[in-house]
T-cell receptor, first 114, second 113 residues
Framework: NAGVTQTPKFQVLKTGQSMTLQCAQD?????MSWYRQDPGMGLRLIHY???????DQGEVPNGYNVSRSTTEDFPLRLLSAAPSQTSVYFC?????????????FGSGTRLTVV | GNSVTQMEGPVTLSEEAFLTINCTYT??????LFWYVQYPGEGLQLLLK?????DKGSNKGFEATYRKETTSFHLEKGSVQVSDSAVYFC????????????FGAGTRLAVHP
């Protein structure tokens, strides 16, 4: 099925560990984003990309890195996990910057940092 | 800067009741407005959208009208069902810098039989 695939669905990390959250889409969308969802705060933009090789910071980029080597993949790297990064992470993609068709979201990765 | 404010939840209704979830926004330029829905354990799904003033978005019995004069985009449904229980997010697409989505905090809706 076409869409946005995120892996893993659940992850527990110890403080200081690093990991990569994977995101892949098969819709040939140019625009991809990473959000984190925290209770009472909606979704906040971490990083986004407007095409292969082009990324930029969002609202809460500290502690996260991204790269976009292909149109399909947009991994999010946690460099040194902290308890404040406990959250649900969503990847999203769009064909037109979301203006007319909105964004397609993955099912999320629930991350706990202990 | 741009922002979205939604009414706090949870909103608890009986089946077939009328639903209104208020959403107001602050933006420069001319944003597009969206409602997304998140069912338990799932990602967000686009529910409806409006791209210019006075547009009405509609889907699955839900409606919202883009009111520029009141900077609002309230979500309404005439008769809710138990299956509508979810979290609803109002969002705007920032026209500056790649149309990033800016979300409200979300409103949880619980519909009881």
């Amino acid at each position: 099925n076409a869409g946005v695939t995120q892996t893993p669905k659940f992850q527990v990390l110890k403080t200081g560990q690093s990991m990569t959250l994977q995101c892949a889409q098969d819709m040939n969308h140019e625009y991809m984003s990473w959000y984190r969802q925290d209770p009472g705060m909606g979704l906040r933009l971490i990083h986004y990309s407007v095409g292969a090789g082009i990324t930029d910071q969002g609202e809460v980029p500290n502690g996260y890195n991204v790269s976009r080597s292909t149109t399909e993949d947009f991994p999010l790297r946690l460099l040194s996990a902290a308890p404040s990064q406990t959250s649900v992470y969503f990847c999203a993609s769009s064909q037109d910057r979301g203006q007319s068709y909105g964004y397609t979201f993955g099912s999320g990765t629930r991350l706990t940092v202990v | 800067g741009n922002s979205v404010t939604q009414m706090e939840g949870p909103v608890t209704l009986s089946e077939e009741a009328f639903l209104t979830i208020n959403c107001t926004y602050t933006a420069t330029g001319y944003p597009s407005l969206f409602w997304y829905v998140q069912y338990p354990g799932e990602g967000l799904q686009l529910l409806l959208k409006a791209t210019k003033a006075d547009d009405k978005g509609s889907n699955k019995g839900f409606e919202a009208t883009y009111r520029k004069e009141t900077t609002s985009f309230h979500l309404e449904k005439g008769s809710v069902q138990v299956s509508d229980s979810a979290v609803y997010f109002c969002a705007l697409s920032d026209p500056r810098g790649y149309n990033k989505l800016i979300f409200g905090a979300g409103t949880r809706l619980a519909v009881h039989p």
